[in-house]
């Protein structure tokens, strides 16, 4: 079974960059699409970004879509969340997770998921 580990979060400024990075154990035939999702306190864990694993196709959620990137490296079966400009609101456990389906943006939809990585931003 696919095994997740994120890493990478940490406190930082507002206006500041992240870079988070997610480490399969397997990809090729278990997996078709990856995505970051993340959970504040009180908060239900929504969907950040997604990459399909053939044709490298991404999808974002509006409010990070002009500062956020999603990319991965196929030969090292990792995913990474490049992150900039961070605001305060962007304060969250980062999850990756991991899905034989393309393109699902639900929760439910993903079957692996890491442990989370914590980002806080300060403002």
């Known amino acids: 079974q696919v095994q997740l580990v994120e890493s990478g ?3 930082v400024q507002a206006g500041g960059s992240v ?4 480490q399969a154990s397997t990809v090729t035939f278990n997996v078709f ?3 970051w999702f993340r959970q504040a306190p009180e908060k239900e864990r929504e969907f ?7 044709g490298d196709n991404t999808v974002y959620e509006d409010n990070v879509k002009d500062r956020f990137t ?3 490296d196929g030969a090292k079966n990792m995913m990474y ?7 305060p609101e962007d304060t969250a ?3 990756c997770a991991a899905t034989r389906e393309l393109f699902p943006r639900a929760p439910a939809n993903y079957n692996y998921w890491g442990q989370g990585t914590q980002v806080t931003v300060s403002s």
């Open 93 to 95: 456990i980062y999850y």
């Open 9 to 11: 979060g940490q406190l």
């Open 33 to 35: 699409t990856m995505a």
């Open 81 to 87: 969340l490049q992150m900039n400009d961070l605001k």
């Open 19 to 22: 870079r988070l990075s997610c």
């Open 48 to 54: 950040v970004a997604l990459i399909t694993w053939s």
């Open 70 to 72: 999603v990319s991965r």
